[in-house]
């Protein structure tokens, strides 16, 4: 798993970050960071909010297009901004004592995919 996928998690967690992935956001939303050109740079990754099936949140990891890693700008150059490094879906409805154990679920089975498409 690449430096970048690692801090980015790191950040989501330590951050306390996960719990905006239980706000309502709309579909193509950006969950985390905050979506600025700074904290685009910065992470280099995004998480957006996908679609409310069943009680369960799709989630995609994406690059955003200010990325400066040489694996994540390949990427990109090839797939689009909007393309998905991985997919994840998170359970909605969770107590607030588990939240953080659902995203960090959700973005573990998001490190296969990663390693497999970046590297």
């Known amino acids: 798993m690449s ?22 956001q709309n579909p193509g939303q950006c969950i985390v960071p905050n979506n600025t050109k700074v904290e685009n740079a910065k992470h ?9 099936i069943d009680g369960y949140k799709n989630i995609y990891l994406q690059v955003n297009s200010e990325a400066k890693n040489t694996a994540l700008k390949k990427f990109k ?36 995919q990663y390693s497999s498409k970046i590297g």
């Open 3 to 24: 430096k970048v996928f690692k801090e980015f998690k790191k950040h989501i967690v330590s951050g306390n970050l996960y719990k905006k992935f239980f706000n309502n």
């Open 44 to 52: 280099q990754l995004r998480v957006d909010a996908g679609e409310v």
């Open 77 to 112: 150059s090839k797939h689009g901004s909007d393309a998905n490094v991985a997919t994840a879906k998170i359970k909605v409805d969770v107590p607030e004592d588990k939240q953080e154990e659902e995203v960090e679920g959700a973005l573990e089975s998001m490190t296969e």
